[in-house]
């Protein structure tokens, strides 16, 4: 079935197209863990891979369109600067040597099979939280400033990300979390909520005023938009920034953009 997509979204599409010489591959799969992600091709791969949750639900221009932003801007840099992320075994020993103590407590209320998978998809959560939502910031004001088109999409979807994010806060979640994770994570959703806040003029960050979150998301915020967008190789300053000031050093490393391992296009 095609997707019926704005003209602003075929746009950057074409754009991307263009700039890459790629093609876009679309999956739904209705039990992807968020509202959607892509598959950035590398030069053995013969298209760019969009997985959606749902296209029915007014916010599939915007994530179309978002994840196109960042190949936009990876390709902003010359090859040999294109760099990604990456965690093996030693980032996440190290990870959960920090975490060991909150460990240890949560296996006393979490079974201890369980405590392997969901520790997993913490250290994998984080990773993405801190490399992620600086350059997510810089995307969206690019599609707010350049494609107004997009703006009721836009606002869709990221009021829902503004709802899962403040789901974070709650006292359920904070005692079967470490709180090392329970606090970056929360630092982070507050600084995008500044972030959005000031792009659309919405009360994001009211819910955080009041929390421990205000002081370090402000910061983590303001590293973004109190500068100038200088593109990809300022993306990866900022997240290193971010990284330090959130104590994550060590958890992951950067790698050349084509480096990537053998399982990149299985699904996520």
Not at 65 to 90: L, T
Not at 134 to 141: Q, T, Y
Not at 144 to 165: T, V
């Amino acid at each position: 079935m095609e997707l019926k997509l704005l003209r602003s979204t075929r746009d950057i599409l074409e754009l991307i197209t263009e700039k890459t010489r790629k093609p876009f591959s679309f999956i739904k799969k209705p039990d992807l863990p968020t509202l959607g992600s892509i598959k950035i091709a590398r030069k053995s791969m013969p298209s760019h891979i969009i997985y959606y949750r749902d296209d029915n639900d007014g916010i599939l221009d915007h994530l179309i369109a978002h994840e196109c932003g960042h190949i936009y801007r990876i390709w902003g840099v010359p090859p040999e600067d294109r760099k990604m992320v990456s965690s093996r075994y030693e980032n996440k020993r190290l990870a959960m040597d920090q975490i060991a103590d909150e460990l240890h407590r949560l296996s006393e209320v979490i079974p201890i099979e369980k405590i392997n998978k969901v520790s997993d998809m913490w250290f994998s959560s984080m990773i993405t939280q801190v490399t992620n939502i600086p350059v997510d910031m810089r995307i969206e004001k690019w599609l707010f400033d350049n494609y107004p088109e997009l703006r009721m999409s836009q606002e869709i979807s990221i009021d829902r990300q503004m709802k899962e994010g403040a789901a974070v806060l709650s006292k359920r979640i904070q005692d079967l979390t470490p709180k090392k994770i329970y606090d970056a994570s929360n630092h982070i959703n507050c600084s995008f909520a500044i972030a959005m806040e000031k792009l659309l003029g919405k009360k994001y960050s009211t819910i955080y005023r009041k929390t421990p979150f205000i002081d370090l998301g402000t910061e983590l915020a303001d590293l973004v938009i109190r500068s100038d967008d200088k593109g990809f190789n300022q993306d990866i300053q900022i997240i290193e920034q971010w990284t330090d000031m959130l104590g994550l050093k060590g958890w992951y490393n950067w790698i050349d953009f084509e480096d990537i391992p053998p399982n990149y296009l299985e699904s996520p």
